[in-house]
């Protein structure tokens, strides 16, 4: 029987294998496609003209203000892309480096749109240099009109000084109107339309795709699961390793369809989201809203959605990995099941961990796009949260505990247990609490710091201690000889060969008194299987007892009744 087992146990690696091998494609490709889709979203708009690079260099080489913590930093762009930045001190400022900012780009724009001031061609443009004579910094005029003033403080955030630092941006500032007047030729603007009907062309067939295969797998999840539901109501009274075998090979099927509809659902998103940014990005007109879709409300929604998938994502991965530690305990069915009860109370707990873990981390994200400083508020959470620790001391012996429960195996979900007075089916657990449900049907919650002793009623297996009390009269071989042939006649059938373990014991007689003899039986059954195999047997003994004319044993009792006429005792029997 052993080797019929070892060799179940290898052909069901080797179709797990197998099925590995031909999903790990399947399963990938939506991973990877949303991860390319959210690439393309996440990519900032274009720096053009190297001018993050120059700053990066500048800042590594060490030429970068002493005193950069006080520094703001402000973006001009045109048609989308930057240009260059411009800086001031964080605190009282003159003016305003967005009110600066925004001056620059209107007339930036203002430029573009009237045509270059009449001139067709952007390099013949008068950009000059002009030094201001109180400030004695450079100014940059295009044609009459004022632009900046590039202040010393924009030249150190380069490692430039003032004057090298304008002349750059002049020559940024004609290659900026050189591409915008390129992109602003209807040439330009045909090419771009119809390369912007190709990738909404190329976004909407993927899109039908994705859905069509969405539909697909969540069909056939669905059919997995109910032929999963059928199986185990068909299979209660008898289970055997191939049926636990057969219904594990399905779930991890199930957990694998409902895997690809998250990576799906990441990817459809991906691409409904890189669509839109690029085809924005292919014109001048649109490039504007590039920033936009990057700002920090839709920055919250895309990082809540995102929290919400890699939360599903990490709870049926754990599913998975959990049903391959099951999957390792098929060769004998009695540490299977027992397997099954702890790496189900397990992963319960790395889900409820996993999805604290993600949201925190989402929170913080969020907190962090819209602004807030993260290490004053990680410092303040630390201090509070040691406050906490001291007026919570209960909740952290009840994680403790409760750690220290799950490692040592004491108890799992699906367990029948005794705390104190308290028993019932284990139907819920975590690092603080566990819930047991009582014959009663009451749901009751006990924290883990409470629990000291604990009775566990079906770990790895379980006993019926059973005793019966026949006549004192009663002939004892005769009566152990009935007992064990009942024991072997309910050990040989097959529905309860499956809950009983070893062959019954018919232990003998423990006790002799004037209420009859006490026989023992033992019989050694799987987990939760005791009391149902307990109340058969009392049910079989019961007949077998009328059939073999065994009496059930009544107390005796011996009246002595000083009497001139007759002086021999009285014997009665009562009940």
Not at 140 to 151: A, N, P
Request: glycine residues 6%; neutral net charge; hydrophobic residues 45%.
């Amino acid at each position: 029987m052993l080797n019929k087992f070892i060799q179940i146990k290898t052909d069901f690696w080797k179709k797990l294998s197998c099925t590995r091998k031909s999903w790990r494609f399947a399963s990938t490709l939506p991973m990877l496609m949303g991860a390319i889709a959210f690439t393309i979203v996440l990519i900032p708009p274009h720096s053009a003209w190297g001018q993050t690079e120059l700053l990066k260099l500048n800042w590594i080489t060490g030429n970068r203000p002493s005193d950069t913590a006080r520094i703001d930093h402000a973006v001009v762009r045109l048609d989308g892309y930057q240009l260059f930045l411009l800086a001031a001190p964080a605190a009282n400022q003159q003016f305003p480096l967005a009110q600066r900012s925004q001056g620059i780009e209107e007339e930036l724009n203002r430029i573009v749109n009237s045509n270059f001031n009449g001139s067709s061609e952007p390099d013949k443009l008068p950009i000059k240099i002009v030094i201001d004579e109180k400030s004695d910094q450079p100014t940059i005029e295009i044609g009459d009109r004022y632009l900046m003033t590039v202040t010393t403080m924009d030249a150190q955030l380069q490692g430039r000084d003032p004057q090298g630092w304008a002349n750059q941006i002049v020559q940024i500032l004609r290659d900026a109107l050189i591409r915008a007047k390129q992109e602003r030729q209807p040439q330009f603007l045909l090419s771009r339309g119809l390369m912007a009907m190709a990738i909404i062309a190329v976004v909407v067939v993927g899109l039908k795709l994705i859905t069509h295969w969405q539909g697909r797998l969540k069909r056939q999840q669905e059919a997995i699961e109910s032929r999963i539901e059928n199986e185990a109501e068909s299979n209660l009274e008898v289970v055997v390793v191939q049926d636990l075998q057969h219904q594990l090979a399905q779930q991890q099927k199930a957990n694998l369809r409902d895997l690809q509809c998250r990576a799906l659902e990441l990817t459809y998103v991906g691409i409904l989201g890189g669509g839109i940014f690029t085809v924005l990005g292919l014109f001048p007109y649109s490039r504007w809203l590039q920033p936009f879709l990057l700002s920090t409300p839709l920055q919250v929604i895309a990082i809540a959605f995102l929290t919400y998938l890699l939360i599903r994502i990490s709870s049926l991965l754990i599913e998975r990995f959990s049903g391959f530690l099951k999957a390792r305990e098929f060769a004998m069915l009695r540490p299977y099941q027992r397997m099954d009860l702890r790496v189900s109370t397990v992963s319960r707990v790395l889900k409820n961990v996993a999805g604290i873990i993600w949201f925190s981390l989402g929170f913080l994200t969020i907190l962090s796009s819209i602004g807030f400083d993260l290490v004053p508020l990680l410092a303040g959470a630390g201090i509070i949260g040691l406050a906490i620790s001291f007026a919570a001391q209960g909740l952290i012996k009840d994680v403790i505990n409760g750690f220290l429960i799950i490692l040592e195996d004491q108890y799992a979900v699906g367990d029948v247990i005794v705390i104190g007075d308290l028993g019932g089916l284990v139907e819920n657990m975590n690092l603080r609490v566990t819930q047991i449900r009582n014959n009663e049907g009451q749901l009751i919650t006990i924290p883990n710091s409470s629990i000291s002793i604990v009775q566990n009623l079906s770990k790895d297996w379980a006993r019926v201690d059973l005793t019966i009390r026949v006549a004192y009269d009663t002939d004892p071989d005769y009566a152990l000889g009935v007992l064990k042939n009942l024991s072997q006649e309910i050990y040989q059938e097959s529905i309860w060969r499956s809950k009983i373990i070893d062959p019954p014991e018919v232990l003998g007689i423990d006790d002799l008194q004037h209420s009859g003899m006490l026989i023992r039986i033992w019989i050694k059954t799987q987990p939760l299987q005791q009391w149902a195999v307990s109340r058969e047997f009392r049910r079989r003994l019961k007949l077998r007892m009328e059939e073999e004319g065994l009496a059930i044993g009544i107390p005796q009792q011996t009246l002595v009744l000083p009497s001139a006429v007759a002086q021999s005792p009285v014997t009665s029997a009562s009940s």
